[in-house]
């Protein structure tokens, strides 16, 4: 198993990003291609006193870097030699397995889909990441890669995020529920209440319309939207945690006695912290790719780079795009099922 | 200031109800008429020790109930005599100065448009709930009165939310931003392409978009979006916020220790919770209808409805209505306006 991980995207890139890759190939069996400025890569061994570069690792050299100011398009389009394109030309090619990157977002799924492509069928590409709640979690998808959505996506997205849930983490007939701001079927705008209809006929666990309250109290295993209203859940969920955590802190900072309080349950808040850290989990499956493509976190640390690789060698090993090429059929709205069923 | 109180509204009524209006007119210097089943609302007083009918309070009686079950439309016609029609009906009739209710939100909507009436010239009325964060909070409006929504409807929500945390709020100048998936104003679908245009237009303190994280932490004074996505917020808010409490307490009780810790912050706990707490802050405003209509929460306790009286005694003292029909001009988008900004 060989993960290629693109060493110059994200905040703290190179460092955090090789030194993620080193702790992957020394504690998970697995061997990884590290794609940018093959100089800027090697100081950071230097700068952290590694002598030799670590078995299981190998350098491929790309003299650019796109950075998330760019537009996506354009800069996957002009930049052929930048570790993103470099990176993706070679999972393309077969010579690795899946691919890493916690750099531009919206590069990444240019790229991915310009290079890579989609799986043949599937009309877009979608990020799917796990959200932690109260029970075991869920795949929210899509998440952000697409602002406006037809009914026809969001089934795909539907079972992308179903086929991923039980193939990947390993849920056993994942409940899927349509976002929605109501439960009742006639809730929503007409793009829910078409695809309403969709889930309602295929042959997915669809549960119904699901809040967004509800499925952070465990409601569902996958929850669909449109990429717009994805990005503003997800978003609202990492600003309300971090508000509660930074409250939190004051209360503990208020006086001698807190203090102390904080002191006990120090660790226990740790794990609640670790919890509520999407990092923890690894990165964003982007799905619809043909091969694995995974999106860390821009803030992305070594853990979390680590475990991101984790996630990708996860997905390499079910080999999901196969899964969606094998069921692209009852992914489609053709004509006729439109008509007996909307 | 007279406030009409909906008695039959809310998982809590008719107690709850009626024990916050008593606490408002001991404490808040107001006149409360309470809307409902006269029996029912005398079987509190005796419930709970309460002789006579406090002095400030009257009775008004209405046979029906509307429960949140219903259409909301088809209950609003066929319920001619339902406190929230009864309640309505005098609002309408200048025999109280604003009306509170905790129970149906759509049936409150529809009564509000069909009895009260909108503002003249405004297209749909919003809902406007007050939402804490890390600084001083915000208004975000519309949060589910209106699943689709055009980009006038969203001009119109950004005035009424302004105008509202202006005179009602006290905030100079209140930034207002737009709900998007990100802050470049190329983001989102052509609903927020269209409304930023004409936000930017306005004269609004028009601040740009606004990511759904960055609203928590702060960014504006008033968040514009449509009903569907500020339902969403909403509920992720919710949902995120009860979940964290939740696992914190779990942490608190997992060992003598961390029970003691509990116990030394116990206080200041109890403020963070409170301060999340949109019961604290009172209703949701439904903006955009002729008089003052207050949305208290279902599950509104006494200290809840007091609050809700006495955010309805601010909003009738402004006269926030009297600010649209004065604004309704820069409200509208007309022929010409469209053509030369869009």
């Excluded at 701001?181 to 295929?202: A, C, F, M, P, V």
């Excluded at 091969?291 to 979390?304: E, L, M, N, Q």
Aim: contains cysteine; glycine residues 8%; hydrophobic residues 40%.
């Amino acid at each position: 198993m060989k993960i290629i991980v693109d060493a110059m995207g994200g905040d703290n890139a190179p460092d955090e990003i090789v030194l993620g890759a080193v702790k992957a190939v020394n504690e998970n069996n697995v061997d990884i291609t590290l794609v940018g400025k093959g100089e800027d890569i090697l100081r950071v061994f230097e700068r952290h006193d590694i002598k030799e570069l670590p078995p299981g690792i190998e350098i491929v050299n790309a003299s650019e870097i796109i950075s998330p100011e760019e537009d996506p398009a354009t800069a996957i389009r002009i930049k052929k030699d930048s570790s993103l394109s470099v990176g993706l030309t070679l999972l393309r090619d077969g010579r690795g397995d899946a691919f890493v990157s916690a750099g531009s977002t919206g590069a990444l799924l240019s790229g991915a889909t310009l290079i890579v492509k989609r799986v043949r069928g599937i009309r877009r590409a979608a990020l799917a990441p796990f959200i932690p709640n109260t029970t075991n979690g869920f795949i929210l998808i899509d998440c952000g890669a697409n602002a406006e959505c037809t009914p026809e996506y969001l089934l795909q997205f539907a079972y992308m995020g179903s086929f991923y849930s039980e193939d990947v983490l390993k849920i056993n007939k994942p409940r899927v529920g349509l976002l929605n701001n109501g439960s009742e079927s006639t809730k929503g705008t007409s793009l829910q209440h078409e695809t309403y209809k969709l889930l309602q006929n295929s042959d997915l666990n669809f549960i119904g319309n699901v809040e967004a309250k509800d499925a952070m109290s465990g409601a569902c295993d996958v929850l669909v939207c449109d990429g717009f209203t994805g990005n503003i859940l997800l978003k609202a969920i990492e600003g309300t945690a971090s508000l509660i955590m930074s409250e939190l802190k004051n209360v503990f900072y208020s006086n001698a006695l807190t203090k102390l309080s904080a002191l006990f349950i120090k660790s226990k808040l740790t794990g609640l912290k670790n919890k509520m850290n999407p990092d923890t989990v690894g990165g964003t499956a982007l799905l619809g790719i043909s091969k694995p493509v995974i999106k860390a976190h821009g803030s992305s640390k070594a853990d979390a780079i680590q475990n991101a690789v984790k996630q990708a060698i996860r997905e390499a090993n079910c080999g999901i795009a196969k899964r969606f090429e094998d069921n692209i059929e009852a992914m489609k709205v053709s004509v006729d099922k439109n008509v007996a069923e909307l």
